[in-house]
């Protein structure tokens, strides 16, 4: 869309409003991560979308979960791994494809 190719202009000419938005969504992110793990307890978060286009904004993401991993205060809940998804923003489309395999309709 092009709001994501504004945010991903902005985040490469180094624009602070930009980078401090991005940097503050990276960081909720990172904490719904950290809660979702606090149950579930999985080894590799998967991220699909246009955001995973950019290795900035990728990078910024792994950052954000390590550190909001790092002030656990007990340390006992496992970092797991972020990655972005094989088909990038493509991945629900692949996704609905399989779901009418599976039911037999295409």
Do not use: W
């Not at 994501?4 to 000419?13: A, E, P, V």
């Not at 930009?18 to 579930?40: D, M, S, T």
């Not at 950019?54 to 990078?59: H, N, S």
């Amino acid at each position: 869309s092009m709001n994501i190719l504004k945010i991903m202009f902005g985040l490469n000419r180094n624009i602070l409003e930009i980078q401090e938005g991005v940097k503050l969504y990276c960081q909720r992110l990172a904490n719904y991560i950290f809660n979702i793990q606090c149950i579930v307890d999985a080894s590799v978060f998967v991220i699909s979308g246009n955001i995973t286009n950019e290795p900035l904004f990728m990078k910024m993401i792994q950052n954000a979960v390590k550190e909001r991993f790092q002030k656990d205060r007990y340390g006992n809940i496992f970092c797991p791994e972020i990655k972005e998804a094989t088909f990038h923003e493509d991945s629900r489309k692949y996704g609905a494809i399989y779901e009418l395999q599976k039911k037999g309709c295409i």
